[in-house]
């Protein structure tokens, strides 16, 4: 048990420190912490889930470990920016003022037709178009384009948008949410009259929801008449 | 920083556990293996009679710990020594000392293994699991 508690230990940091040198983009969308968690936990639970022959402990006792070693490793991460550097890395950037930074982009290892086909994903087809391309920590490519080739805002264009709002959930499959009723501002009664001008009872909805403007989305449910 | 004791908690607990797991399994294998350390002297004696007895008072104490020991080592390590003591008590009955000279150097050998396995040595942390697999 000793043993298993003092390997997890030594295995976890020597995944991290590897995971960390393997580059960005290898990650996915996960931190590289979180990514050395995942491929740990999996491998960890299935070997003494498949051999019996195991005592409980010996699967158990690293998997705790990882736990406690990611919620301390989290928590310094969060207290200090030194420490946050080490563990995820920080954002490279890739292309500034549409000039590709080949340093970076070496040092990233990141492959220029990875690049484009980054920024291809974001319907990004010029390189020039590209104010800023960010390789983030998760090994996402964040690109901001320049102001003359981003889509136009109903600012720029001068018109007055409608604001949105967050919509509250009343009737979900025919049953009634109270706490988002007193949520959303509305009473019982307010409920009642939506619900008689619709000519339905709340058994009969599907879906009814209302945001902070009074907009109001209702959905029937099909079987009824 | 309810994460950060969360996590410091269970570090001090698992090691806790871990130290107290190595120190009760040493206890109770000193315990299993003295009436073994008993048979060694009898051996010279051929004293066949008292050497039977103390194996199944040793093989008895085995027993007694089985549910401990099967939370901490695999069933290939137990059966180890299941198989150990079956060929001790065998010989014994039959009264054949070479046979019987081997048989308890090898289930002493295995329980000192299994004493040893989890101390932190640094062999074990780097090779324990070859040990293990290769040279049980």
Known sequence: MLIAYLRSILLYLALLVTVRLMGKRQLGEMEPSEFVVSMLLANLATIPMQDPALPLSAGLVPILTVLALELILSWLSLRSIRIRKLLCGKPVILIEDGRLLQRNLKAARVTLDELTELLREQGILKLSSVKYAILETNGQVSAILHAADRPPTCRDCGIAAEEEYLPCTLISDGKLLHTNLRISGRDERWLEQELHRRGCAVSDVMLLTVDRSGSVCFIRKEDTP | ?136
């Open chain 2, 1 to 136: 920083m309810k994460y950060l004791m969360l996590g410091l908690g269970l570090m001090a607990l698992l090691l806790g556990s871990s130290l107290f797991v190595l120190w009760r399994t040493a206890c109770c294998l000193d315990e299993v293996a003295a009436p073994l350390h008993t048979v060694q002297a009898l051996l010279e004696e051929e004293d066949y009679e008292s050497i039977l007895a103390l194996t199944e008072e040793s093989q008895s104490l085995w027993e007694s710990h089985r549910g401990y020991f099967c939370s901490i080592f695999s069933h290939a390590e137990l059966e180890d020594i299941d198989q150990g003591y079956a060929s001790l008590i065998a010989y014994a009955e039959q009264e054949e000392l070479a046979e019987l000279r081997d048989a308890h150097r090898r289930l002493l050998e295995r329980m000192e293994h299994l004493r040893r396995m989890d101390l932190p040595y640094y062999y074990n942390i780097l090779t324990g699991f070859f040990r293990l697999c290769f040279d049980p």
